[in-house]
């Protein structure tokens, strides 16, 4: 049944865009990608003329058949990529059904039997070809680890990617494969599955013409070697290319021009008494005089409104919508028409693997994308172990008098402030992955449960081995409690004051845009967090109106923490929040309500709000990928 491949066709296609009057001159939170992506309400016929809805896409029909290309072709604004978007369930339309092998389908089915390869090429950089088609045969195949190997295999052969299988796929930053390999590896991440449809727009963008035609005759031997559908949108192909298309697709303005073979588009051009010289790639030539096409499909349109239409010639479409425009038998006459499919696909009812498989494997793939990135990990890494020692260079050996507490609570203060100031470097590789994330969890990949898990594990190990190269030199060089317990008290803290501030890059890299938003959105709350923490107004002194910010600021716990474990007991003084009035350690202790006890309970608060904040994140993420998914 499979190899009998999916017929896709698109009936009375209708897409408006809602052209906002003006936009607000602060207005900061756009969706990805643009203005309105979701289909807008029906809109009443004052409306539907108005300046301020685009009609991108005007009644189309279309055809694409198994073992066959469909190209989608015309100049830049035709309609082609929203075409595209809607063939690949990604855009709804105001009207207008979308059938497979004749049959109505879920679009989240459909999602699981297609792939779709978007303009850019959304990888990662640092993986190399053979891990990215590796990796995404693990999430979305359930094999045996030799059969994945072996198919990852001769796909890269398919691919005509052997010679740079173990280079690093790179991008604009990092040297890596060409550019027209890349846009082959993103295929390849699209057919790993082997879906019935593949859709791709522009696959050819930014390519010479070689590495174009390259693309184009690997997409047709797939098609013809395994009955696959595909359609692509594509501008100016070459003549060897054109010739590779089975059916052509000619748009403008949001209309089909013409639905039928190249030679087809050759004689309907000539029928328009335009001069098509011998030699001349038709569909350039025809793209080249739209103008004219467009004039003439205008009056054959008129023309035509003033036939009678037979019943006969209304079959396929026309039943379904119960309407059928003239230009859309004119485009529907030219298809070649062979015996109709109407055979059942079988989708894929659940994900490929178990949560826990999934975890596994984003984590696995985590973790090379972290200690791949030098700038992440290796400076960092010196960061840190530098920032330690210089640290504890000058507050060498610190007194257990009233001065040497005060530089005590000082040393804090500006450990808490330096940790907090290094985290947003990891937002440009969330932002990253977020994009990868919809697309991925948008066709049914993985669950973004396990994704959210992977998340948080990952980061883990990491961030130990940080807060280990920062708190030993350190630690011992001012001469802090030299119990053991204390050591790994304060070891923990440190871990978990990174942790708390990944998870707070997290949870906010799921909400923004883009980072320059990010970046000021994390260092506004980190800083509100930090002013509210208890350490430069007391607790006491807060006003009520502000108060809940201390409840919610996740750094007054570090702060506690450090006290708490430098004072408590010691019989040393401290200068806490008191203004010039000094007191012993013990006494703002017991004000404070903190004691030795209160040691680990502080730790497992710090624990529950970084959970929170892991749980908000995955919440914002699921809502994120789910409104892109259906
Ligand atoms: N979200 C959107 N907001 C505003 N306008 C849009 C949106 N999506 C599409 N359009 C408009 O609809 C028209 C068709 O866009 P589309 O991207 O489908 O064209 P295209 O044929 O793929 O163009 P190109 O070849 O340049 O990529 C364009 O005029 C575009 O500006």
């Known amino acids: 049944m499979k190899n009998q491949g999916c017929e896709i066709e698109a009936i009375g296609i209708s897409y408006k865009i809602f052209n906002q009057k003006r936009e607000h001159p602060f207005k900061i939170f756009t969706k990805d990608h643009e203005i309105d992506q979701e289909p807008v309400q029906k809109l009443s016929d004052s409306e539907e003329t108005s300046p301020r809805v685009k009609n991108v896409l005007k009644n189309v029909y279309c055809k694409a058949k198994p073992w066959e290309i469909l190209a989608i072709v015309g100049p830049s604004g035709a309609g082609k990529s929203s075409l595209l978007e809607i063939l690949a369930a990604r855009l709804t339309p105001q009207s207008g059904s979308i059938f497979v092998n004749q049959n109505p389908v879920n679009k989240a089915q459909f999602k699981k039997v297609s792939g779709y390869v978007t303009q850019r090429d959304t990888l990662f950089p640092l993986l190399t070809v053979e891990e990215t088609l590796m990796f995404s045969a693990k999430l979305r195949l359930k094999l045996p680890r030799a059969q994945l190997t072996s198919k990852v295999k001769c796909l890269i052969k398919e ?223 010196v960061q840190m172990l530098v920032s330690g020692l210089v640290l504890g260079s000058i507050f060498y050996r610190v007194k257990d008098d009233l001065v040497g507490s005060e530089e005590r609570v000082g040393l804090f203060a500006f450990t808490l402030t330096f940790l907090l100031s290094s985290t947003t470097e990891a937002l440009p590789i969330f932002l990253q992955e977020r994009e990868i994330l919809t697309k991925e969890t948008s066709c049914g990949s993985y669950r973004v449960s396990s994704y959210a898990i992977a998340n948080g594990l990952v980061y883990l190990p990491f961030l130990l081995i940080l807060a280990t190269l920062f708190t030993i030199p350190l630690y011992w060089l001012v001469g802090l409690n030299p119990n053991f317990a204390a050591f790994m008290h304060f070891l923990l803290l440190i871990w978990l004051i990174l942790y708390t501030a990944n998870s707070v890059v997290v949870c906010f890299s799921a909400l923004v845009p883009n980072f320059i938003v990010g970046n000021s959105v994390i260092s506004g709350v980190m800083g509100s967090f930090f002013l509210f923490s208890g350490y430069f107004i007391s607790k006491h002194e807060i006003p009520n109106y502000w108060i809940f910010m201390h409840y919610i600021s996740l750094f007054k716990y570090p702060f506690e923490g450090f006290l708490i474990n430098e004072f408590s007991g010691s019989g040393k003084c401290l200068q806490y929040m008191m203004g010039a009035c000094i007191v012993s350690a ?38 994120r990928c789910s409104s892109r998914a259906v």
């Not at 052509?248 to 050759?266: F, P, R």
């Not at 004691?595 to 892991?614: A, D, T």
């Not at 908000?616 to 809502?623: A, D, G, P």
């Open 159 to 381: 691919l005509g990617l052997e010679h740079v299988s173990r280079t690093r796929v790179g991008d604009d930053r990092v040297r890596g494969i060409s550019g027209g390999e890349r846009r082959r590896v993103s295929i390849g991440v699209d057919v790993i599955h082997d879906p019935e449809v593949l859709i791709l727009d522009e696959p050819t963008s930014g390519l010479d013409s070689t590495s174009a035609l390259q693309i184009i005759d690997m997409l047709k031997v797939m098609a013809e070697t395994r009955g696959r559908t595909i359609i692509l949108s594509i501008h100016q192909p070459g003549f060897r290319i054109v010739k590779l298309f089975n059916s052509i697709l000619l748009m403008a303005d949001g209309s089909v021009l013409h639905h039928g073979t190249v030679d087809q588009l050759g004689v309907s051009v000539r029928s328009m008494g335009m001069n098509l010289p011998v030699h001349v790639n038709v569909v350039e030539f025809a793209i080249e005089s739209i103008d004219t096409i467009q004039q003439h499909s205008k009056v054959l349109n008129q023309e035509m409104q003033k036939l009678v239409v037979s019943p006969k010639r209304v079959e396929d479409g026309e039943s379904r919508t119960g309407k059928l425009t003239l230009q859309q038998l004119f485009q529907q006459s030219k298809v070649v028409d062979e015996e109709a499919i109407n055979v059942k696909i079988e989708f894929p009812f659940d994900f490929a693997n178990s949560r826990f498989q999934e975890t596994l494997v984003l984590t696995h793939r985590f973790s090379k994308n972290i200690f791949r990135t030098k700038e992440l990990f290796a400076c960092r890494t």
């Open 586 to 623: 013990e006494d703002v202790l017991k004000e404070e309500g903190y004691g030795e006890e209160s040691r680990w309970r502080n730790l497992v608060i710090m624990v529950g709000y970084i959970l929170v904040y892991r749980f908000i994140s995955y919440v914002i993420l699921r809502i």
